[in-house]
């Protein structure tokens, strides 16, 4: 099971950050990647980035230059920050876990994350 | 990016009726597809990958056929729970992209 968790609004220009916290399963036990979607309002999905228990990272080049993904492996989550945020940035974010090739097959419950001062 | 594009955007079907839901890739994808049931409420469902194989516990009214470009979903009898999203998903190549879902409503 997996459950984001942050803030629901973030100011324009600030830091997004959000955690999924992983219950059932171990990150550092392997075999998984852990990865961070996205949904605009009325919009189709989104691959931000992921993360290997090792650290390794993959990141979504359209974002890449402001996204960072990371894992607590003593925690059993991992997290997402994104920086500069605008309005286009609102979006109901999901945290993931997927098979190396690329299909997802758990997903959190998304959290809608608003940017608006 | 390899664009996906689904059709129809939405259906309006009756329970028993046999729906299909097409996805189109920009580029061949060698059948790198997945497909996605979301309901309202809940989080997204893996329900095919590898375009045609059924994943654990998903009904056997589900399937997935196609190759090259053109994938569809089929749902050989609607059922009251399958009134929902449904998004394909290509991972042939990085960045992973989605279509922009199919809406299945109750007629």
């Known amino acids: 099971q997996l459950q984001e968790s942050g803030p629901e609004l973030v100011k324009p220009s600030e830091t997004l950050s959000l955690t999924c916290t992983v219950s059932?399963?171990?990150?550092?036990?392997?075999?998984?990647?852990w990865g961070w979607l996205r949904q605009p309002p009325g919009k189709g999905l989104e691959w931000i980035a992921s993360?290997?228990?090792?650290?390794?990272?993959y990141y979504n080049p359209s974002l890449r230059s402001r996204v960072t993904i990371s894992v607590d492996t003593s925690k059993n989550h991992f997290s997402l920050k994104l920086s500069s945020v605008n309005a286009a940035d609102t979006a109901v974010y999901y945290c993931?876990?997927?098979?190396?090739?690329?299909?997802?097959?758990?997903w959190g419950l998304g959290t809608l994350v608003t940017v608006s001062s | 990016d390899i664009q996906m594009t689904q059709s129809p955007s939405s259906l309006s079907a009756s329970v028993g009726d046999r729906v299909t839901i097409t996805c189109r890739a920009s580029q061949a994808i060698s059948n790198s597809l997945a497909w996605y049931q979301h309901e309202p409420g809940k989080a997204p469902k893996l329900l095919l990958l590898a375009a045609s194989r059924l994943e654990s516990g998903v009904p056997s009214r589900f399937s997935g056929s196609g190759s090259g470009t053109d994938y569809t979903l089929t749902v050989s009898s609607l059922q009251p729970e399958d009134f929902a999203t449904y998004y394909c998903?290509?991972?042939?190549?990085?960045?992973?992209?989605f279509g922009q879902g199919t809406k299945v409503e109750i007629k």
């Open positions: 993931t876990r997927h098979y190396s090739s690329g299909w997802h097959n758990s």
């Open positions: 998903q290509q991972y042939y190549s990085s960045p992973q992209t």
């Open positions: 059932g399963d171990s990150i550092s036990s392997g075999g998984y990647f």
């Open positions: 993360i290997y228990h090792s650290g390794n990272t």
